[in-house]
C-alpha cells in the first residue's frame, strides 16, 4: 500500500487495517512511533505508515508484533537513533505549514544535541577536560559539569561537595543562573 498522504491521519488507519482503535495504537507504541497533534487529530508521518504496514504484513503472515524486525530500521540504524528526544522539541507542528513550531533556543538545543552525537568522541576526553579544569582552577556550570561528567551535580542537604569518579566538585557560588563547581582530584 502506498502513501501519499503526508501528515497522515491516525483514524484512517482504523479503516487502513480494519482493526479497532487500541489495535492500532498497540501497534504504534510496539514501534515507538510518535504521533502529532494538528487542532484535535492525531497525525503520523508517511514513512512510519509505511513501517505500520510492514507490520501489518509481518502480523498477517501469522508474525508477532515481539518479533517483528523492521528492515527500514535496520538499514539506518545509527547512533542518531539514540538521541534523547524526551523534551519532545519536535512533536508541535505549525498547523499551517506543517512545519516543527520551535522557538529559536530549541532549534539551538537541537542542533547542539545533534552535534554531540555526530562529533566523534575520544573515549577519555572527559577526563582529560577535567584535569585540565582541577589544574587551572576553573569554575564551571552545572549544565558544564553535567555535560562532561553525564550527569547533574548534586549535593546532599547540608552539604557542598559531590564526588564522583575520581574527581569532587565543590559548590562555589554561581555562574549565571547556575551553580559555579570547582574541579577537585581525588587522589
Known amino acids: 500500500m502506498t502513501v501519499e498522504i503526508d501528515p497522515f491521519p491516525v483514524a484512517a488507519l482504523l479503516d487502513r487495517y480494519s482493526l479497532g482503535k487500541q489495535a492500532v495504537y498497540n501497534r504504534i507504541d510496539a514501534l515507538d512511533i510518535k504521533t502529532f497533534k494538528q487542532g484535535n487529530k492525531s497525525y503520523i508521518t508517511a514513512s512510519d505508515v509505511e513501517l505500520l504496514d510492514q507490520l501489518h504484513d509481518h502480523i498477517s503472515a501469522g508474525g508477532k508484533m515481539d518479533d517483528f524486525k523492521s528492515p527500514l530500521a ?7 537513533d539514540r538521541l534523547d528526544t524526551s523534551s519532545r522539541l519536535v512533536d ?3 498547523t499551517t505549514t506543517g512545519q516543527p513550531d520551535l522557538a529559536l533556543g530549541e ?28 589544574a587551572a582552577g576553573w569554575l564551571l556550570s552545572s549544565s558544564e559539569v553535567e555535560g562532561l561528567i553525564g550527569c547533574k551535580p548534586r ?17 562555589s557560588g554561581k555562574i549565571g543562573n547556575q551553580s559555579g563547581w570547582k574541579v577537585v582530584r581525588v587522589n
Open 155 to 171: 549535593v546532599k542537604s547540608g552539604e557542598s561537595q559531590f564526588t564522583r569518579g575520581s574527581f569532587s566538585f565543590v559548590r
Open 74 to 80: 535496520e538499514l539506518v540504524s545509527s547512533p542518531l
Open 107 to 134: 532549534v539551538v538545543q537541537l542542533v547542539e544535541a545533534i552535534a554531540r552525537h555526530l562529533r566523534p568522541t575520544e573515549p577519555l576526553q572527559h577526563l582529560k577536560a577535567l584535569e585540565e579544569a582541577a
Open 92 to 94: 508541535r507542528l505549525d
